[in-house]
Nanobody, 126 residues
Framework: QVQLVESGGGLVQAESSLRLSCVASVRTFNNYAMAWFRQAPGKEREFVAAISRLGTSTYYADSVKGRFTISRNNAKNTVLLDMNNLKPDDTAVYYC???????????????????WGQGTQVTVSS
């Protein structure tokens, strides 16, 4: 069982930056691919970014490419999402997700992840 706890959300102005953190309570964190998804009111949960188990491969949604950076620290069981140049359209609840994945990078589809955090709210005002 993997427990994921996100933090770092908040209310910011457009063009600001924010860092989200996700801490995993699992002994073998470096055997899990990790990802961030987000869900805006009235919309489906969508992929934001993913990172392979050792951090060698990263993947981004087109809407955040060049603005968001995903990284991980396996010694601290932590995955980060650095968000720059935030836009009002980035307003959503952001979820951390995990899946056991020893090879093949990291999935980008929601259904491939089986562990989820509770989410952290990010609100970007114009």
């Amino acid at each position: 069982q993997v427990q994921l706890v996100e933090s770092g959300g908040g209310l910011v102005q457009a063009e600001s930056s924010l860092r989200l953190s996700c801490v995993a309570s699992v002994r073998t964190f470096n055997n899990y691919a990790m990802a961030w998804f987000r869900q805006a009111p009235g919309k489906e949960r969508e992929f934001v970014a993913a990172i392979s188990r050792l951090g060698t491969s990263t993947y981004y949604a087109d809407s955040v490419k060049g603005r968001f950076t995903i990284s991980r620290n396996n010694a601290k069981n932590t995955v980060l999402l650095d968000m720059n140049n935030l836009k009002p359209d980035d307003t959503a609840v952001y979820y951390c997700a995990a899946v056991w994945r020893l090879s093949g990078g990291a999935p980008t589809k929601r259904d491939e992840y089986n562990y989820w955090g509770q989410g952290t709210q990010v609100t970007v005002s114009s």
